[in-house]
């Protein structure tokens, strides 16, 4: 026997159980269950089965036991008590081996008969062990690489932005996008550009002339400088501990990170009037095609996220309660149809890492 495995005999709502560490952060679990115990969910099985069968001249949940074992067949009623059993007792082997399981198991009947021990296997994922590197220090060196000189703005800066709000406001009721070139679009904007004023400034905001508009740019500019410089370094922060450190991500949680990734480019899309098949069929592409492209990136994130929870449970870094319910406010109070508690753990979730590259930051 390895060393990864471990047999007890417990008499509960199971026999043995004996438990395997696999890659990817799986454990195998391998049980069985006394005859006594799981045909104890016989009634149980009957119950449920019949109030999904239906037979001619019965209500659903009045047939008789005799009819609706000829409808359905005594392995029907057998299966469905040794699934009860079984996810009875696989709440109980992951609880008292403290298996720290996450997502569905796969589950399998290894063995079956009347007046026999009830067998199976279960595999289900589990919160991967995380070793972490010496994240203070390569968050320091990251952020030396970033230099300590302040953010300027360039008057040219300035005036390009400026630009692309005065190409902004140029009517487009006067011409056809679709029939002219970019060429020609770009010169009919430029001709068309209102004048830098007073009155043009002021229909733009509460501005009293363009030396205060441009004031404002320049802040707003320099902000979003700031802004992009802090996301390039924590990038830059993450992607130095992400690759330092070692995380068997289990299967479950990229193919979860998957899914996000695609339900989020398929709504971007369709906020640009296209659909995911019309896109697919365009870029000659499959949605397998377009999941591998992701993988890497999902798979990073997910390795982010488990060491920025880990990173947070070692150093006792968690928002205040206060902290969450501003954030949970703000959240229900711009996406309408929120339910609070999924509103809840997404606050917290975004709340924690933001204090934790702030740590980072700090050393």
Do not use: C
Not at 50 to 61: H, Q, T, W
Not at 99 to 124: H, M, Q, S, V, Y
Not at 166 to 194: F, G, Q, Y
């Amino acid at each position: 026997m390895s060393k990864n495995e471990k047999i007890t005999s417990v008499q509960k709502s199971y026999d043995t159980a004996t438990t395997k560490n696999l890659e990817q952060s799986q454990v195998e679990i391998t049980g069985s269950i006394p005859t006594e115990v799981w045909e104890k969910y016989r009634p149980l099985a009957l119950k449920n089965i019949n109030e999904a069968v239906s037979v001619d001249g019965f209500r659903k949940g009045m047939i008789p036991e005799n009819i609706l074992i000829s409808k359905v067949g005594e392995m029907a009623i057998l299966e469905e008590a040794a699934e009860l059993a079984v996810s009875k007792s696989y709440i109980d082997i992951i609880t008292d081996k403290n298996i720290d399981a996450i997502g569905r198991p796969e589950i399998r009947i290894t063995k079956l008969a009347t007046g026999n021990a009830l067998e199976f296997t279960a595999t289900t994922a589990v919160v991967p062990t995380i070793t972490l590197p010496d994240y203070a220090k390569l968050a320091t060196t990251e952020m030396k690489k970033s230099g300590t000189e302040e953010e300027k703005v360039t008057d040219t800066e300035i005036e390009e932005a400026i630009l692309r709000i005065r190409k902004s406001r140029v009517a487009h009721d006067d011409h056809d996008h679709d029939t002219l070139t970019p060429e020609e679009h770009d010169k009919i904007i430029t001709d068309n550009l209102p004048a830098l004023t007073d009155d043009f400034v002021k229909s733009l905001g509460k501005f009293e002339n363009v030396a205060q508009f441009k004031t404002k740019v320049a802040e707003l500019v320099l902000e979003e400088k700031k802004n992009s410089s802090n996301e390039k370094r924590r990038i830059r922060i993450a992607d130095a501990i992400v690759a330092e450190a070692i995380v068997d991500l289990p299967n479950l949680m990229l193919e979860s990170e998957l899914k996000r990734t695609e339900a989020q480019f398929k709504d971007d899309i369709e906020r640009m009037g296209v659909t995911l098949e019309d896109y697919l069929k365009h870029a000659k592409k499959t949605i397998e095609d377009l999941r591998t492209e992701w993988k890497p990136y999902a798979e990073k994130k997910a390795k982010l996220q488990l060491i920025l929870n880990e990173i947070a449970k070692k150093e006792n870094i968690a928002p205040s309660a206060a902290e969450i319910e501003t954030e949970v406010n703000h959240i229900v109070e711009h996406y309408k149809d929120s339910d609070r508690e999924r509103a809840g753990v997404y606050a917290e979730t975004v709340l924690t890492n933001e204090k934790v590259f702030q740590f980072l930051e700090g050393k």
